[in-house]
């Protein structure tokens, strides 16, 4: 079964007073949910930390794979939203991954942003840009996973990045100084930020300003079609870049085959 499904069920019955076929029906489509991202999981199987993105890969395969009809998959969706809500107040995960789904989850297919990692260069230059924003970006362009982003240290970015522009940029825009233990994601108090959703409020701006979700779970699977769609990058070195296996290459590629738009970034003016 599902992380916290004992307590879960209690909450829904206790505290939602909820039909006992409908906690019935939420814990079915959760305890599929969860099942699914066991096999599939990129990396961590933590319910910590689960993304949208693993939400919305479920999802997709209840309609490709299933061909479940669009208000049956928002049935599941719902009750999947219902979990996460559960887990958000008793405190057992920090953010809920389904706040931005709305529940009308449709098979259209899904843009993503490709490219901007060529022009890391060019936004730190932009003098209204937030550095949080250039660190974010580079640090998704090195393959780091967003689970990963609010522990790195400078010396993890250091001894990845071969571009001295960049490098140069970090030190300088640093409020404290600057040494290779410090965090590389740190607030304007040099502490480590904590929560993904504080990050996103300090660079809400930018996000309109470069007309680009900024959000780790989008930039990590911009970044994971941008490779894709180079055609000049063999299987082994997607993988490497990627930090993924043979089957979540597979799966990547099916996702851009089929249900996968891709727009070229545009430098603003």
Known sequence: MYPYSKQFESWAYNGKHLAPQTVEQMSLAVNAFWNYHLVNAEQSVDVKDIKEADVRYFLTNLETNQNLKSSTINKYLSYIKNYFKFLSLQNFI???PTLALDGRFTNRKREYIINWTDSLEEIAKIDSINP???????????????KDILKLKNSDIEDKL??????????NTSTFDFSRDSFF????FNNPYKYESSIQT????????LQ?????????????????SNSDLTDREQKD????DDRSLL???SQLMNYISLKPFNLPN
């Open 94 to 96: 920090d953010n809920p």
């Open 132 to 146: 949080l924003t250039v660190r974010i970006l580079t640090a998704i362009s090195l393959g780091f996973l967003p």
């Open 162 to 171: 071969d571009n001295r522009l960049l490098k140069s940029y970090f030190e």
């Open 185 to 188: 994601i740190t607030s304007k």
């Open 202 to 209: 300090a660079i809400r701006n930018d996000s309109q300003f």
């Open 212 to 228: 680009m979700p900024l959000s780790l779970s989008y930039l990590r699977l911009s970044f994971i079609y941008t490779n894709l």
């Open 241 to 244: 870049i990627l930090n993924i």
């Open 251 to 253: 799966y990547y590629k």
